[in-house]
Nanobody, 116 residues
Framework: QLQLVESGGGLVQPGGSLRLSCAASGFTLDYFAVGWFRQAPGKEREGVSC????????NYADSVKGRFAISRDNAKKMVYLQMNSLKPEDTAVYYC?????????WGQGTLVTVSS
């Protein structure tokens, strides 16, 4: 069974940092582009960032540019999202995503709460 597992969420004060991790079971991440999405309470899921297979191409939503950094370690088969200068509006459940052919795979999500 193909699964994604996110970790690293938590409660952080505004201005703080967190690093989210995404791992896969049942398949290996290093063959696929990976995206990070988030869903805030009462809002639709939105794309945050994505990274190509090699890691050479990265994209960010305007709302997180300059604050978040996506990376991957194909040797460890992991993808990360470093989140700095966090704001209350970053509060959401964060999901990693892989698309294999036409099917999307999602993890269970990890909750990030930015609050003082």
């Amino acid at each position: 069974q193909l699964q994604l597992v996110e970790s690293g969420g938590g409660l952080v004060q505004p201005g703080g940092s967190l690093r989210l991790s995404c791992a896969a079971s049942g398949f290996t991440l290093d063959y696929f582009a990976v995206g990070w999405f988030r869903q805030a309470p009462g809002k639709e899921r939105e794309g945050v960032s994505c990274i190509s297979v090699s890691g050479g191409s990265k994209n960010y939503a305007d709302s997180v540019k300059g604050r978040f950094a996506i990376s991957r370690d194909n040797a460890k088969k992991m993808v990360y999202l470093q989140m700095n200068s966090l704001k209350p509006e970053d509060t959401a459940v964060y999901y990693c995503n892989v698309r294999i052919f036409t099917r999307d795979f999602w993890g269970q999500g990890t909750l990030v709460t930015v609050s003082s």
